[in-house]
């Protein structure tokens, strides 16, 4: 392979894995491998009972992944045969990163000198002689850096599935039908993959 075959396979490669990254996670199982990040899975704790989890990647808001949670439960509770759940525990965790880089567009005249830095001596007046000097902290001077603070949400519920009438005044119940009903215009799909 010559060197210019393998640099083209691994620009390729690296678009290919931005375009992945650029694309908030749509309603999809979470399987590990697909081309975005994050999705819905569950587990049965009971015959009538569940754990029901959204994992978001860092362009998914919590609100985004609070939603499909909630659309996941109700479509798990309809599957299942049952009419209505309540949501026994619920939970949304943040994972949050911060990232401080040099800011890419900010180089300053000096910079070609190394660690040089202008500094000087003026007189005050009632204070004599005094030095300035740009290490000491002065904003003006200093270098500028970028900080950057990447979230991800993930939402929990455990989940009871019902069967007859949902309790007209329990706030943690929910009708399966008329959740799905109501979210399904919000719920983004994964793109069906290009033909080859």
């Known amino acids: 392979m010559t060197k210019k075959t393998a640099a083209f396979a691994i620009s390729?490669?690296?678009a290919a894995g931005l375009a992945a990254c650029t694309t908030a996670t749509p309603y999809q199982p979470n399987i590990p491998g697909q081309a975005t990040s994050g999705g819905y899975s569950e587990i049965r704790v009971e015959p009538d009972r569940w754990r029901v989890t959204f994992q978001g990647n860092s362009l998914t808001s919590r609100e985004t992944v609070e939603a499909y949670l909630?659309?996941?439960?109700?479509e798990?509770?309809?599957q299942?045969?049952?009419?209505?759940?309540?949501?026994?525990?619920?939970?949304t965790d943040t994972n949050a990163s911060s990232y401080v880089e040099p800011d890419p567009l900010y180089?300053?005249?000096?910079?070609?000198?190394g660690f040089w830095r202008p500094s000087w001596r003026f007189r005050g007046r009632g204070f004599g002689w005094r030095t300035w000097d740009?290490?000491?902290g002065d904003?003006?001077?200093a270098d500028r850096y970028d900080v950057r603070t990447i979230e991800k949400f993930e939402a929990t519920a455990e989940i009871?599935?019902?069967?007859g009438v949902k309790p007209a005044n329990d706030p943690r119940a929910f009708d399966a039908r008329a959740v799905i009903e109501n979210l399904k215009p919000r719920i983004q799909y994964p793109a069906p993959p290009k033909p080859r």
């Open 12 to 14: 390729v490669a690296l």
């Open 70 to 74: 909630l659309f996941r439960s109700a």
């Open 76 to 78: 798990l509770t309809v």
């Open 80 to 91: 299942q045969g049952y009419d209505w759940f309540e949501m026994v525990e619920r939970h």
């Open 107 to 113: 180089h300053p005249w000096y910079g070609r000198y």
């Open 134 to 136: 740009p290490f000491w």
């Open 139 to 141: 904003p003006f001077w």
């Open 160 to 163: 009871q599935m019902h069967k």
